[in-house]
């Protein structure tokens, strides 16, 4: 592989994992897609499906795609709900799982703290 390729290879996958580009690639995650692993209770069907179709509009940079282009985006966005679901039950953890409520505070405060809006 070039380094052309592996560079596009890299964007790909840093676009996959959520993470935007800086200067440097950080882990600096989108804010629309969340993270569904390690949750009580674990992450729904429409959870997963939402991030898949976050992801595909990331990558196609279409919101709604033309009708020429709606079944391949439909399709890619029922492949990546696939490969979500799959890969959400194959990773382990030992840490305790995470409570939906307090992180949805903390995501609360952070927006307060970058926009100087009080969290609500």
């Known amino acids: 592989m070039n380094s052309r390729a592996s560079r ?3 964007a790909i ?3 996959y994992l959520g993470w935007t580009r800086h ?3 950080e882990a600096a995650m989108c804010r629309n897609i969340k993270t569904l692993h390690n949750f009580k ?3 729904t069907d429409d959870e997963v499906r939402a991030s898949a179709l976050q992801f595909v509009r990331k990558l196609s940079g279409f919101n ?4 020429a282009n709606e079944a391949a985006f439909n399709r890619a966005v029922e ?3 696939h490969a979500a679901h799959h890969l959400l039950d194959a990773l382990v953890t030992t ?4 409570d939906r409520d307090v992180e949805a505070a903390k995501r609360k405060a952070r927006s307060a703290e970058r926009f100087g809006v009080a969290a609500r």
Do not use: F, H, N
Not at 64 to 67: A, C, D, E, L, N
Not at 95 to 98: D, L, N, Q, T, V
């Open 8 to 10: 596009g290879a890299l």
């Open 79 to 81: 492949d990546v709900t």
């Open 13 to 15: 996958y840093a676009v």
């Open 64 to 67: 709604r795609p033309s009708k």
């Open 41 to 43: 209770p674990p992450a």
């Open 23 to 25: 200067k440097t690639w």
């Open 95 to 98: 840490a305790p799982p995470r």
